[in-house]
């Protein structure tokens, strides 16, 4: 009987332990998820992709971007994205993962910035800055429901 219980309570430590390494590999696998959703956002972005913000953006999206004087629906995200294209074009971009924290289905991802812009005169300018990104998951992957950020100016 003694053999029984001590194999049990070794069963389920053995148990409880692989658990943990399951969660904590789920864990990081949506973590790497979230990043690459965010890192794919940005090289679409460059790519002068019109279409990426009515894919990754939720119905429900509001986002605050520095430069905006209020939170921004996804209709007005993407109205005001494509003007901006209009008057100019990203060459690169390079960015810098701080932090990201994936509870359930929310994720929120902290980084830093580095992005070249052209404008249609052909000045290059160079920027530097932070965003704050939330992200749930869906059916169709990791989309954005707010952010903020913007340029460290």
Known sequence: MKNNTKLRIALLGVGLFTLGIVQAQDASDDAADVWSAVEAEWDAD?????????????????????NSPAPRSKEST???DRF?????????????PLSIVVHDDVAIAHYLYTSANEDKDGKVEVSNGRYTDVLVRTDDGWKF?????GDDE
């Open 46 to 66: 460059e790519s002068n992709d019109k279409r990426r913000l009515e894919r990754v953006l939720t119905d429900n999206f509001m986002g605050w971007g520095k």
């Open 84 to 96: 901006n294209h209009k008057q100019g074009d990203m060459l690169a971009h390079e960015l810098y």
């Open 78 to 80: 993407i109205m005001w």
């Open 145 to 149: 429901i707010a952010w903020h950020g």
